[in-house]
């Protein structure tokens, strides 16, 4: 695989998947010892969030440090009557600020498309270098999970979380060679059903497997759609929660040696 990509020109699609995405930093890192460029990245939820990075051109272990930024992000769950969503996205934005600061789309060193959802008409959204857009809006767009983090608007459109329309986005690849990355693929499944002493413990991992079903079956159908040549990495995330960014050090490595 290695040596077919560097002898091609090739998109990276990273894959949303929340704490899970955070394998991506596997592949970067051993993308970059076999010094592997893609031509261009394509991104949803916290793969938009990697690749916007790797994008201006942020080394793995840059982007790992802002990624441990997020560690802590249920600590900063706000209590209010309104609104849509339970996290702060003032402190997200500073994290955006920091690592983007005044960038637009256009001035990437890597081409880049960040897939979002238009909440109001439910049609995707790519952002890409012939939008007049800043990357840390972009960003935000792309990650805005519904009901978890707040939906951001741009040019009085309300936007959320690209998972809802193409959470690997393939189809927006412009090259034929394209390595694809899924943190919710056929290894994002435990082979038991929950069965935790509490109702509610298992309720909720009914409801995180079921969304992750929905997801991978999405994707699969654009695979299968595909005429692209594909070299699809699928990270073994079964042990792990969407919401677990405090083992960002054990998921980080479930990307390594992939490739």
């Known amino acids: 695989m290695i040596k077919k990509l560097q002898n091609n020109d090739f998109t990276l699609v990273l894959s949303g998947g929340g704490a899970l995405g955070i394998a991506h930093l596997g592949i970067l890192h051993d993308m970059e010892k076999q010094h592997v460029v893609p031509n261009e990245i394509v991104g949803t939820s916290m793969g938009g969030i990697v690749g916007a990075c790797l ?27 309104s609104g849509n969503a339970i996290v702060h996205n003032d402190k997200l934005a500073q994290i955006f600020e920091q690592i983007f600061k005044d960038k637009k789309m256009k001035d990437t060193a890597i081409p880049l ?13 790519v952002f890409d270098a012939s939008d007049d857009v ?21 040019e009085g459109k309300t936007y959320g979380d690209g998972f809802l329309c193409e959470n690997l986005g ?24 929950p069965d935790n002493f509490l109702k509610t413990a298992n309720v909720l991992e009914m409801f995180e ?20 040549h594909i070299y699809l990495i699928e990270p073994k995330t079964r042990g792990y929660k969407t919401y677990q960014f405090h083992k960002h050090q054990a998921i980080r490595a479930l990307g390594l040696n992939l490739l």
């Open 55 to 81: 994008s201006v051109g942020m080394k793995e272990k840059d982007i790992y440090e802002h990624i441990q930024s997020f560690a802590d992000i249920f600590n900063w769950i706000k209590f209010s009557f």
């Open 113 to 125: 498309k960040l897939i979002a959802t238009d909440l109001l008409k439910g049609d995707k959204k």
């Open 134 to 154: 800043y990357i840390k809006d972009a960003v935000l767009c792309t990650m805005a999970i519904p009901g978890v983090f707040d939906e951001h608007t741009i």
């Open 170 to 193: 393939i189809s927006e690849a412009s090259f034929d060679t394209v390595l694809a990355v899924d943190v919710l693929g056929k290894n994002a499944f435990e082979e038991t059903m």
């Open 209 to 228: 497997r079921s969304i992750r079903l929905l997801i991978y079956n999405q994707s699969k159908t654009q695979l299968e759609h595909s005429n692209k």
